[in-house]
């Protein structure tokens, strides 16, 4: 069993890319004699075929969107027979110059409000670790970023966490005065919270959130087993 893989590739010129790919792997075995390059020709036409059925008229892909197509196939009797069942098709869609420079340019001559305006976060909390420090989850526009991890003490919390989006950010251990209710207070000022955060390498971002959410894996999987037994 072998594997066909176009890489990316702008769609209106997938075709061939696959025919030259198929040629690519299989030029030893036309030179050995063991394939004919009519049978080649035929395979990738076969297969260009049924991609122009998926992506053009069911899926309807432009020419200058982004495709990238892997799928298995074998040889027998000279003859290569592909295996549908492991086609895997994935498509970026390209957005219209035109839109691109009317977006860029509204967005550009507000530049200052933009980058004025508080980024909002909201956080969900997960649970507590054996040591009682609570896990928060953070989200920005409804969807999960980052995680915190705070600590509360006599009258006070120790907080720390990072977000990977809308730009990476890791806020180091804080310690925080005052501070009666955590879960008030994490929640009414996330977003004051996260302005204190340095920037950072999204892969050091998404360390620390991994780092926190690992907390509590234990704590679920304990939770999922007394589940399933009950």
Known sequence: MATLRSGLVIAGGYADKVRRTL??????KVKAGELSNSEVARAAGELNRFLFELLVNKLGVDKGDVVRISIDYDIEDSTIKWDY?????????RVPDEEVAKTLEESV???????????????????????????????????????????????EIIVRGAVAEPTPLHLKRTRIE?????????RDNISALMQKADNVERREAE????????FLKPERAEEEEEEEEF
Not at 23 to 28: I, M, N, T, V
Not at 85 to 90: E, K, N
Not at 124 to 133: I, M, V
């Open 23 to 28: 040629f690519a792997q299989l030029r030893d």
């Open 207 to 214: 360390r620390v959130v991994r780092e926190i959410s690992s």
């Open 109 to 155: 001559e507000k530049a200052g409000e933009i980058l004025a305006e508080e980024i909002r976060f909201e956080v969900e909390k997960l649970g507590e670790t054996d040591t009682e420090d609570i896990v928060y989850e953070v989200r920005y526009g409804g969807k999960p970023v980052g995680a915190l991890l705070v600590t509360p003490l006599d009258g």
């Open 178 to 186: 005052g501070v009666e209710d955590p879960d008030e207070y994490i």
């Open 85 to 93: 069942r492991t086609l895997q098709v994935q498509v970026w869609r």
